[in-house]
């Protein structure tokens, strides 16, 4: 943790995620690794977990293995923000429309997914669905969005709904959009909290997680894998790899596949409570129609805002401080009374693109995996990873619609996403065509 200073952050900013002062990932404590386990899943994050849960309650012997704390990577840094998957619609009806149909559909059953978790193991996360609003950049993309709506119900039912410009300040208060597109679904949670509450669980079943384990080599042997840890060796009959945006090399047929993007954050100080009503007066998950994204929301007691977006600057000097400026610039697009407001944290997480913009679960060579989450993963990492359990377990129950979709590569593409600043600069000046 290192201190943030400079005249918009408080006395006291630090560099570490918002949600860590109530939920800090434990720190790795020394614990033996097995010599072997029946199962072994790398990563202890939301796939990682509910796979677990789904295994362990099976019956089988799991133990999960984290490269840091369990927790520390994107399930303890991301937005909080979960709900139904009509922003995937667009891409699935590449598919068809009974294939877009059948993921919106399995996106509901990911969403209700982890409100059965955390009811049934009692995960106090502040889960609570408020319901989300997209602003429209401009009055075109109003009509984009509309016109996008009657496509999903020709297909499907939808409960989402416009909002014009008139009324957009009974749902956030600000003059920047020209109207937009509210989701009633839409839902909020502590992330730390949630995947806090998901180890405590597993390991309530009698699950093994490891922290400071860093995977460094797997090889396929006879009767499963053997996985090299820090000069150490454990053996399991089956292996899911759950690392997502962190995967690396570890895993080369995936490292082809995700695409690790940064996305940061700012939280503000604590607002009064007429300022919070005036400008989330309905304490919605919110973001802009914007293609470079810019998301945000109130914190979970409605007393701060958390405010995200890409990361600015990845290495070097000062990038905390660099990124935390370019978040509050467009923060202060949306909301400019708060030019006086503090900055109280600034944090950074990796997530996994993919580049069909869908997820992916399935098996290569024997290993198991889930991932690809395309920065909506709470939800969707919950359900995939309670999926590819049933999978490993010989389970036909309702197999996903994610199943059967093909994960393809592009070629010159080994993991390092040298395109990605000329893909920003391409969707930064569509953003502005759209709101000459």
């Keep these: ?151 999903i119900r020709q297909v499907m039912p939808c409960d989402a709904y416009l909002v014009p410009r008139a009324e957009q300040l009974g749902e956030i208060g600000t003059e920047l959009y020209h109207g937009g597109l509210a989701m009633p679904g839409y839902a909020g949670l502590h992330p730390a909290r949630y995947v806090a509450g998901l180890a405590e669980a ?68 604590q607002l009064p409570a007429e300022v919070m009503d005036r400008l989330m007066p309905k304490r919605r998950m919110l973001a802009g129609s914007q293609r470079v994204v810019t998301y945000y929301r109130p914190s979970p007691d409605g007393t701060r805002i958390l405010f995200g977006g890409r990361v600015l600057k990845v290495t070097g000097e000062n990038v905390g401080h660099a990124n935390a400026t370019h978040l509050r610039k467009q923060m202060l697009q949306v909301f400019p009374e708060l030019e006086r407001t503090p900055i109280t944290h600034y944090w950074h997480g990796q997530t996994g693109f993919t580049f069909d913009k869908l997820p992916h679960l399935g098996e290569q060579e024997g290993i198991f995996y889930a991932c690809g989450y395309n920065g909506t993963g709470i939800a969707r990492a919950s359900w995939f990873g309670h999926k590819i359990a049933q999978r490993m377990l010989g389970s036909t129950d309702a197999p996903s619609a994610y199943a059967d979709l093909p994960f393809s590569s592009r070629p010159l593409y080994y993991g390092k996403p040298w395109f990605l600043p000329l893909a920003v600069l391409f969707y930064e000046m569509r953003d502005r065509w759209d709101q000459r």
Excluded at 219 to 225: D, E, K
Excluded at 249 to 263: D, G, M, N
Aim: a positive charge; proline letters at 5%.
């Design 202 to 269: 597993a390991r309530r079943l009698g699950v093994q997680i490891i922290g400071g384990a860093r995977v460094t080599a797997i090889a396929s042997q006879a009767g499963g894998f053997g996985l090299s840890v820090g000069g150490r060796t454990i053996t399991a009959k089956q292996l899911l790899v759950a690392t997502n945006g962190y995967t690396g090399a570890l895993l080369p047929f995936l490292q082809r596949r995700i695409i690790p993007i940064r996305s940061a954050l700012i939280a503000t100080g």
């Design 1 to 151: 943790m290192a201190r943030l200073t400079g005249p918009f952050f408080s006395d006291d900013a630090v560099d570490t995620p918002f949600w860590w002062d109530a939920a800090k990932p434990a720190a790795p404590a020394a614990t033996e690794l097995p010599a072997q386990s029946e199962v072994v899943i790398v990563g202890a994050g939301f796939t990682g977990l509910n796979a677990a849960l789904t295994l362990a309650r099976a019956g089988k012997q799991v133990t999960v293995l984290d490269a840091e704390a369990p927790g520390w990577g994107a399930s303890s840094r991301n937005g909080g923000m979960l709900g139904p998957g009509w922003a995937t619609f667009d891409t699935a009806m590449a598919y068809g429309p009974d294939k877009a149909r059948a993921i919106v559909e399995e996106s509901f059953l990911a969403l209700q997914h982890v409100k059965d978790v955390v009811a049934r193991e009692a995960i106090a996360c502040d889960l609570a669905v408020v319901g989300y609003f997209r602003g429209a950049m401009t009055p075109r993309l109003y009509d984009a969005m509309g016109r996008n709506l009657d496509r």
